[in-house]
């Protein structure tokens, strides 16, 4: 089974056309209300919704239409009040094909793609005890919630290629992306802590629009 898998490998990369990888900085919104609304009852500052992505992605194109990569991104925020420093973070990775238009050294690529995402909040006291025997007496010092779903992604991305050579010969070059769509959730997701649902939690959709710019290299 093994050889076989590597012999479709061997395969697809000797009909390979063209490849890319690129580093991706970008924004995703999420819909925070209701979450957001929890957390000012009781005394938290409201989280922001548009967060900002750093990742990256990579690519191989078939028999000169066909896409076959993936891509991820992850991100941080951090609020704080009197008393507690909040930490919401996530990230999300997909499986990406896509079908490849091409003119000269700018390719359009309609792309859809199947992963998943998640997001977590942590909950720490600005006081918290860093005595051994203290934590001992009382571990329940930081709550970690974290909430995950399968996601899909329908969108586009736009590549163009500056080839460094001097000829239209060279091939390879800098590549320059900018990917937008829509990254979808079949439903809302719950809130977990330590492994066990939070009863009464907000849930949260992690769907989002986004918007990356990307630059790395490429060949085609």
Excluded at 53 to 62: E, L
Excluded at 75 to 86: H, I, K, S, W
Excluded at 87 to 94: R, T
Excluded at 139 to 151: D, F, K, T
Aim: aromatic fraction near 14%.
């Amino acid at each position: 089974m093994k050889k076989i898998f590597l012999f479709i490998f061997y395969l697809l990369l000797g009909n390979a056309w063209g490849s890319g990888g690129e580093f991706i900085l970008g924004r995703v919104t999420y819909n925070l209300d209701e979450l957001n609304t929890r957390l000012k009852n009781h005394g938290f500052k409201s989280l922001n919704e548009a967060c900002n992505i750093i990742g990256g992605g990579g690519y191989y194109i078939y028999n000169e239409k066909i896409l076959v990569g993936g891509h991820g991104g992850g991100f941080t925020q951090e609020t704080e009040n009197a008393t507690y420093t909040t930490i919401f973070s996530g990230g999300h990775g997909f499986f990406d094909i896509g079908y490849v238009f091409s003119k000269e050294k700018v390719r359009i690529i309609p792309i859809f793609g199947i992963g998943g995402g998640g997001v977590s909040l942590s909950i720490t006291p600005k006081n918290i005890k860093s005595d051994f025997d203290d934590v001992l007496k009382d571990p329940r010092q930081e709550a970690n919630l974290s909430a995950g779903n399968i996601l899909f992604n329908l969108g586009i991305m736009v590549n163009y290629l500056l080839r460094l050579g001097r000829d239209e010969k060279t091939k390879g070059g800098l590549l320059f992306t900018l990917r937008g769509g829509y990254m979808f959730s079949p439903s809302k997701s719950k809130w977990y802590l330590l492994d066990k649902e939070v009863s009464g939690s907000p849930k949260i959709d992690l769907s989002s629009p986004y918007i990356y710019l990307g630059i790395g290299g490429g060949s085609y």
